[in-house]
């Protein structure tokens, strides 16, 4: 190489390393789960325990505050827990799996840990479509009766169902002997109760995907409920505890001359309500209209 070629040469790595050096600024958009996602709740767990993640839009619990870490591919949800739990000073964990990837190969995860009498929970995420890849049915047959039973015969511990809808289940036949329903207000309670369980237990985690939701109610084919949430900016103080609460993209800050308050994204809100958890004086159903136009506005 001549000189002037490497003269050239040197000048372009130079350049390079001086645009590597100077001071930049990188935001990171990490994704989130939908306005209304039923992993947005079924994925906490109880204080002083954990979780491990595995295939599926729950993935993304790793990168939130949910006290969930590793994962695993597809079918192999929770399976190095039966090589750790002898080595760990933890005694229980909880394991989240999709209904898609349980139909496909999650069944085969569990199986060795009822075998291996570890104890561990299996969140298995109900949502009633593939909705990482789209929102496709699972390919198959797979309804949570049958899911009762195939893991009864299995042998798990305990069962048990989590819904935001525990009425429908008054005229659901055919669920395998001895399993509890809950409304899905009672998830934390119910996890405490399961990591009690000696043994590999259950939690199925019945709701629908909130994109699916909206889906279907764009063709009439799913209830809609008529009823939404506002916030009343004059009384909210800002405090966040909404979002705190729901984890919800659709509540937004909005900005006043009274500083930063918060407000609701009605084009973005799929009706599921977390939100009303926050301690807050400030929430409005507008279902309410008739009072408010008399002046008497109640506040939730």
Sequence with gaps: MSARASAARFAVIDAKEKALARPRIEAERKPWFC????????????????????????????????????????????????????????????????????????????????????NITYKILYNDGVAMTGGQPVDGVLTVPQITHQLAAEDAAKIAILTDEPEKYSSVTGLAPGISIHHRDELDDVQRQLREVSGTSILIYDQTCATEKRRRRKRDAFPDPAKRVVINEVVCEGRGDCSVKSNCLSVEPLETEFGTKRQINQSTCNKDYPCLNGFCPSFVDRRRATEEARGDQRFR
Aim: net charge positive; hydrophobic share 40%.
């Design 35 to 118: 306005s209304g996602c039923p992993h947005n709740r079924s994925t906490n767990v109880p204080e002083g325990s954990r979780a491990v993640a595995g295939t599926g839009c729950h993935y993304m619990t790793v990168w939130m505050d949910r006290s969930t870490s590793t994962f695993s591919q597809l079918g192999s949800e929770g399976v190095a827990w039966v090589g750790q739990a002898a080595f760990s000073n933890d005694k229980h964990v909880f394991a989240n799996l999709g209904e898609g990837a349980y139909f496909h190969s999650g069944l085969l995860a569990i199986r060795p840990a009822i075998a291996a009498k570890v």
